[in-house]
């Protein structure tokens, strides 16, 4: 039993040594002689160095981009961004998704009884076929906002994750430098280290700079408004009415206020063209681009920095604050 122990360790060892030389004769590990002169010390080449920062970098790559393509993955099979109907926006055409059809219809052959009305059924044509229209733009705008919504999204998770694992690396490496000592820890732990903080640093300001939080909140909401308008629509023209509330400016909106609401008949010409405008507001908010980028973290960083400078330079030297205030020799 003992003899078998001997031979794995042993193995082991071989293995180990071949190993060491290997690194040794490519150039990425050089021997030396520690304090002691007891055993051999293998630190980092120049060549080295390089090869451990890039593998680094190119592990913290390669899982920043499993995170996002996790999170895309999961975006494809819970369908998130695709529309109720399945339908995409450039195979929807006023016939697919004409609202209310037999409602309006019914108003148009109304109007029609009479020649004297034949305007306001022109009317109600043009204005059942601009609702169908905004229907489709709402459509597009839902699933262009939960796009890039989902984009900074998976970018912030990525962010996030890296940042996390690159701490924890940076954590390790710093606690067996502060054990070991500066001197006493091999170069490759405080390199991998070194570089585990460099990634830390940079992804918490890319995620800043950019600001990854306030574009997805943005574009969060647009496609909420979105989602929320289009089946309003629905549900007015399935209704024949709708309620406009108005706020304390007394512009009129869809949405609950504190004012009395309006109920606005949906057969007539004129509620149709409320409804048509209230839409077109929330299509030109829907629309509007927006990228934000903080740079707040930056500037902050810079003006602690630059005070911690100007604390510096305006402390006095304590060699010539020494012999400032020394006593005249009598």
């Known amino acids: 039993m003992d003899l078998g122990v001997a031979g794995m360790a042993s193995s082991e060892a071989s293995r180990g040594k071949r190993l060491a030389g290997w690194l040794v004769?490519?150039?990425i590990f050089e021997v030396i002689d520690d304090e002691t002169g007891k055993r051999p010390l293998f630190n980092l080449t120049w060549l080295g160095h390089a090869v451990i920062a890039g593998s680094v970098v190119l592990l913290g790559s390669i899982y920043y981009a499993a995170t996002l393509g996790s999170v895309y993955v999961l975006k494809d099979s819970w369908r998130i961004c695709q529309s109720s109907s399945g339908v995409s926006p450039s195979s929807v055409s006023p016939s697919s998704i004409s609202l209310g059809q037999g409602l309006i219809g019914s108003a148009v052959a109304a109007a029609a009884t009479s020649q004297a009305n034949e305007e306001p059924q022109k009317q109600l044509v043009r204005q059942r076929a601009r609702l169908d229209k905004q229907k489709e733009l709402l459509t597009k705008g839902a699933e262009d906002s939960c796009?890039?919504?989902?984009?900074?999204?998976?970018?912030?998770i990525a962010v996030?994750?890296?940042s996390s694992a690159a701490g924890i690396v940076f954590v390790v490496c710093l606690a067996i430098t502060s054990k070991d000592g500066w001197e006493k820890t091999n170069n490759a732990i405080i390199n991998t280290g070194a570089v585990a903080g460099l990634v830390l640093f940079t992804m918490t300001i890319y995620s800043q700079l950019y600001g990854q939080g306030t574009n997805y909140e943005s574009y969060r909401l647009?496609?909420?408004?979105a989602s929320d308008t289009r089946?309003?629509?629905?549900s007015a023209i399935a209704n024949g009415s709708i309620l406009f509330f108005a706020d304390a400016s007394g512009s009129a909106g869809a949405s609950a206020t504190t004012n009395p609401p309006t109920e606005v008949n949906l057969n007539s010409s004129d509620g149709m063209t409320k409804l048509i405008r209230y839409v077109d507001d929330k299509l030109a908010l829907i629309n509007r681009p927006e990228f934000n980028i903080d740079s707040s973290f930056v500037d902050a960083t810079s003006a602690q920095v630059g005070t911690f400078l100007k604390t510096k330079q305006q402390e006095p030297n304590p060699a010539t604050s020494g012999n400032s205030n020394q006593a005249p020799a009598r």
């Open 147 to 156: 796009n890039i919504a989902i984009f900074y999204f998976a970018n912030r």
């Open 222 to 225: 647009k496609y909420v408004i």
């Open 231 to 234: 089946n309003m629509i629905e």
């Open 25 to 27: 004769e490519t150039g």
């Open 160 to 162: 996030l994750s890296l």
